[in-house]
């Protein structure tokens, strides 16, 4: 079982040769792009290194990149021999599995990273420490980590009712809204009998309101069924937002705008 990991740490610098450097692949969570690399290296060239990468100390001889692949990258491209790093101390080290999954958090946090690299890091991490652990460390809620880890990350619970029961799709958002497998096995059950565009209603109403019963769930599901064909224009800074707020929750931006709707009509109602 991984320990769990502390962020705080602490490092000196020190020049080693490049050679010595091991970068653990299964780890870096990202494919360089050869363009981004150049211009690194230019910046690098013509600036100086500002930020040394943070190595780890695995013998006499091999150091463990924990952040700092692209610099790296980029270095070897000028054909550096000998580079400054940040070597972390022995007594604020980690093991070897805490080492890779401190690696994975130092990446992820990347502004640049797409949503595939994100949900690679997601499960390499949470292979390693965890759900728990691994969202905290990422900064991201359980429902978040959940739908970057997608069908990978449901449980073996809800996996088994794959195909005969639920479809793959059906089973990641299930388990994204209801977390307890107990009752999204309940639910699973229940769904089963409905033909599939309705299934799809009903997870969207349960989306909306987990902690109704499965009568009032059904009762939604087959009134958002009905077509309603309402046409309204947005403003092309508003469209934008739409589409990247639906991109985050990995959801049709159709889906999205009347999910916004119907639960602003659904507010009014209360408040009158």
């Not at 965890?130 to 460390?137: I, L, Y």
């Not at 999205?256 to 709707?261: E, M």
Request: hydrophobic share 35%; charged share 30%.
């Amino acid at each position: 079982m991984v320990k769990k990991y502390t962020p705080i740490i602490s490092y000196k610098l020190k020049e080693i040769p490049v050679k010595h450097i091991k970068v653990w692949k299964e780890a870096q969570a990202r494919t360089l792009d050869r363009e981004g690399i150049s211009e690194l290296a230019k910046s690098i060239k013509s600036e100086g290194l500002l930020n040394p990468p943070l190595v780890q100390k695995e013998n006499k001889n091999t150091y463990l990149l924990m952040s700092g692949q692209r610099r790296l990258a980029a270095l070897k491209r000028l054909g550096a021999k000998k580079i400054p790093v940040h070597l972390i101390t022995k007594k604020t080290e980690y093991d070897l599995e805490n080492a890779k999954a401190a690696s994975v958090v130092e990446n992820i946090h990347r502004n640049d990273m797409n949503h595939k690299e994100i949900a690679d890091a997601c499960k390499f991490l949470t292979e390693q420490v965890g759900k728990s652990a691994a969202s905290k460390s990422m900064g991201m809620s359980l429902s978040t980590l959940n739908k970057y880890l997608g069908f990978a990350g449901v449980p073996d619970k809800l996996k088994v009712l794959v195909p005969s029961i639920i479809s793959r799709d059906e089973a990641t958002k299930l388990y994204n809204i209801i977390p307890n497998v107990s009752k999204a096995e309940n639910i699973a059950q229940k769904i089963a009998k409905l033909d599939s565009p309705l299934r799809k209603k009903y997870l969207l109403a349960l989306s909306q309101s987990p902690k109704s019963s499965h009568q009032k769930l059904l009762k939604r599901a087959k009134s958002l069924r009905i077509k309603r064909n309402i046409s309204f224009k947005l403003s092309k800074t508003n469209a934008q937002k739409l589409a990247r707020e639906s991109n985050k929750i990995e959801m049709n931006p159709d889906e999205l705008a009347s999910k916004i709707i119907s639960e602003y009509l659904q507010r009014k109602k209360r408040r009158n």
